[in-house]
């Protein structure tokens, strides 16, 4: 095989620019219109999602303001707790709104040009081997995958872990062509800035691609070891320093480590953000857990079929079992070459083992994985799927004589097209159309491929081109949904709502609990319960009346005009026009709070304190002024215990605490709220995530109740720690 030059598309004569670039004259073109048309699919409407998840926009908001809050990503710029991850993904989108000021576009913009990237970095890793269609086969793969077209268009840190990983790839195998230490020790810079993003999850493709090298690399074992270690050096300096740092700071001047329990960096690593999303022991997180005997507790059922289930499947297996096929093809075409730095063969076998090493690992560790599971997390797998789909086309066309060949790439675009058939099906009402022509043109195109060959190149052509648009067309249509559909809250999924699935947008799997800010998380919005049905009574002791959304009433209530929240969010579980868009989002102050926060704020080190994080970073991104998050995103760290909270209103550093049930101008909901008291809950009920720092904010609240008067404020409760009420015990 020559894998090289592989003819997908028309060929002509050469020019002088296509020598300087090494490909046909139509590479260009197709490239640039690639890059663009991913750029223009990851902005389009990119200002209808707003801040996106307040709790990461909050504290970009902080970083933009103070260098102490951008270097330890706090969540406020008081800098009393950070978020619950390490800070490299906060701090490109801090940069841009340090220079250009605070909005949506400000912050999401660089999220998109990571997007930009990572397919114009699996272009080049794919084209090295297999050519410009292979690669542009895989670029425009990667692109319209439905999870990408949704997290290069939101601020959680997935954007650049994935960026990172397709580049550790890539380095990886630069590396291997020639054995080059200096491109494996960029492999190790990325793996270590990508630990800086989401901690463990960068190391999981590290077994197969270490091996990968240690087996297959053109030099002597001695020497490929003592590269691995350099790499493994390389990484822990790109990644160890920050954690350094931090440990060796006064933990009494630098913020809370937010999602531990022991103000531990490391302990956040290997428990909350580690271990426990194996295990399902996380500690202060929200409804997690597995259940004896390999359930997935409450973030659905594990198994190997998890990635192909309910809404999960509709996120990134549109490609995924032709990805699986296309693997073991290209394994077995370029198997019998041996291992030599000049042949094609062999590095063409390395690339499939490093992408399908890295696709099956990162997938059976989510299929299995017992804590805390989102769909978006698949977002990981979209840059290995897509690389092994052009690569494998590409060798299977260029065996296409091959009768086996031939019916392995006919077989696989049948396969392909039912199973966006079966996809399409799943979202009641989504595009009847589209499915029937998907599946009975990609049948059709299938049968004809083996024979299309003897009636000429342009009817081969035509085949293999409505193949490869049948096999895009569903991946299209939810990517063409995502971007419409405005995605606000911790908790999102691309394309429609899918009925019966798990995760957010309906189903099965599902929790009713309450969310930061008070009232109740929304019918089919959370992992662990079940859809539609009776509130349960959460840690802490509230009880979640099954259907009410915060501060107001569940799907199919009042949201106001057209039936929306105020601002352009979204309804919460099923609803047309896509998933669910708006689950633990923060709240929504009026312009009667937000005045109250910004009045004498420059004499407070914070303008108000609040119970969880996403309560306060509604607040804070209002009015623009440090609002603390007590007790972290789910308001169960020990962040700042009770004592630390009396002395700092003792010193006079927090004008307000905002009561939980508070909903500023009606909350999401636009209904107006009230505060704890007023909901037949004892005081100083805790309504937040179970953990043992769920009590100190339970406690702080309690205290506060007990020593300062409440006063409504644009539907927000609002208590003035500078004014303690008559007879009140430990406040001056």
Same mark, same amino acid.
């Given at each position: 095989m020559t894998t090289a030059a592989v003819p997908l598309?028309?060929?002509s004569p050469p020019t002088a620019v296509d020598a300087a670039i090494g490909g046909p004259r139509w590479e260009r073109p197709a490239y640039i219109v690639l890059l663009l048309a991913t750029g223009l699919l @990851?902005?389009?409407n990119l200002g209808a999602s707003g801040y996106a998840n307040s709790f990461y926009s909050a504290a970009v908001q902080a970083g933009s303001e103070s260098?102490?809050?951008?270097?330890f990503g706090s969540s406020d710029a008081g800098n009393s707790i950070t978020v619950d991850k390490p800070p490299a993904a906060l701090w490109p989108m801090a940069l841009s709104v340090r220079v250009f000021g605070l909005g949506a576009w400000q912050i999401l913009v660089p999220q998109a040009l990571m997007g930009v990237g990572t397919t114009a970095v699996l272009y080049a890793c794919v084209r090295r081997q297999f050519g410009p269609a292979a690669a542009l086969i895989g670029g425009a793969a990667f692109a319209l995958t439905p999870v990408a077209a949704l997290m290069f268009r939101f601020n959680n840190p997935d954007a650049l872990?994935?960026? @990172?990983?397709?580049?550790?790839v890539y380095c990886v195998l630069r590396a291997l062509d020639g054995a080059h230490t200096r491109w494996l020790l960029w492999a190790g810079v990325a793996v270590g800035f990508a630990f800086l993003t989401k901690t463990l999850q960068a190391f999981v493709i590290l077994p197969p691609l270490a091996l990968l090298y240690a087996v297959c690399a053109p030099t002597g074992l001695r020497r490929r070891l003592g590269q691995l270690l350099l790499s493994g050096l390389a990484m822990v300096v790109a990644g160890g320093w920050w954690v350094a740092i931090v440990e060796l700071w006064p933990a009494a001047s630098r913020p809370y480590i937010g999602g531990s329990q022991n103000n531990s960096f490391l302990e956040l690593t290997l428990g909350y953000n580690g271990l426990g999303r194996i295990n399902g022991n996380e500690t202060g997180s929200v409804g997690g857990g597995g259940r004896p005997g390999g359930g997935g507790g409450g973030w659905g059922e594990t198994g190997i079929d998890r990635l192909f289930s309910g809404t999960i499947g509709g996120q990134i297996s549109w490609l995924l079992p032709a990805a699986l096929v296309l693997l073991v093809a290209g394994l077995v075409i370029t198997w019998r070459a041996r291992r030599a730095a000049d042949s094609l063969e062999s590095t063409a076998r390395a690339a499939f083992l490093a992408w399908g090493g890295s696709l099956l690992i990162t997938a059976v560790v989510f299929s299995y994985m017992q804590g805390i599971f989102h769909e978006y997390y698949t977002v990981a797998l979209a840059p290995f799927v897509a690389a092994l789909v052009g690569m494998g086309v590409a060798v299977l066309w260029e065996e296409r004589g091959s009768r086996a060949a031939s019916l392995t790439l006919a077989g696989t675009l049948a396969l392909t097209a039912w199973w966006a058939f079966v996809l399409l099906g799943r979202a009641e009402g989504y595009l009847p159309w589209l499915r029937w022509t998907v599946l009975v043109a990609g049948l059709g195109a299938a049968v004809l491929l083996p024979f299309a060959a003897r009636l000429g190149r342009p009817a081969?052509?035509?085949?293999?081109?409505?193949?490869?648009?049948v096999s895009l067309a569903g991946p299209l249509a939810y990517c063409l949904t995502t971007v419409n559909t405005p995605h606000t809250g911790s908790i999102v999924t691309a394309g429609p709502a899918v009925a019966g699935g798990r995760g957010p947008g309906g189903g099965p799997g599902m929790r009713a609990f309450y969310a930061p800010g008070g009232g109740a998380a929304p019918q089919g919005g959370f992992p662990g319960g079940t859809r539609g049905g009776p509130g349960r009574t959460m840690p802490g002791g509230g009880q979640a009346p099954g259907g009410q959304a915060p501060g107001g009433q569940a799907p199919g209530g009042q949201w106001g005009p057209g039936g929306k929240p105020p601002g352009g969010g979204e309804r919460f579980g099923n609803g047309p026009g896509g998933g669910a868009g708006?689950?633990?989002n923060g709240t929504r102050a009026s312009a009667e709070a937000t005045a109250a926060l910004r009045a004498d704020a420059s004499r407070y080190t914070w303008a108000a304190a609040a119970v969880g994080s996403q309560n306060a970073a509604g607040y804070q991104l209002a009015s623009g002024v440090p609002v603390m998050p007590i007790g972290g995103f789910n308001g169960s760290d020990p962040s700042p215990t009770l004592e630390r909270f009396k002395a700092y209103v003792k010193a006079g550093k927090i004008h307000w605490f905002i009561g939980q049930g508070s909903t500023g101008q009606g909350g999401p909901t636009g209904q107006g709220g009230t505060d704890d008291g007023g909901t037949g809950e004892a005081p100083g009920t805790n309504r937040m995530g179970a953990g043992p720092g769920g009590g100190t904010s339970s406690a702080?609240?309690?205290?506060?109740?007990?020593?300062f008067k409440a006063g409504t404020v644009g539907g927000a409760t609002l208590y003035d720690l500078t004014a303690p009420v008559s007879g009140a015990t430990g406040t001056s």
């Open positions: 598309l028309p060929s @990851l902005v389009w260098w102490k809050a951008f270097f872990l994935t960026l @990172l990983l397709t580049v550790t081969l052509l035509t085949v293999a081109g409505v193949g490869l648009a708006g689950l633990l702080i609240e309690t205290w506060v109740k007990a020593n």
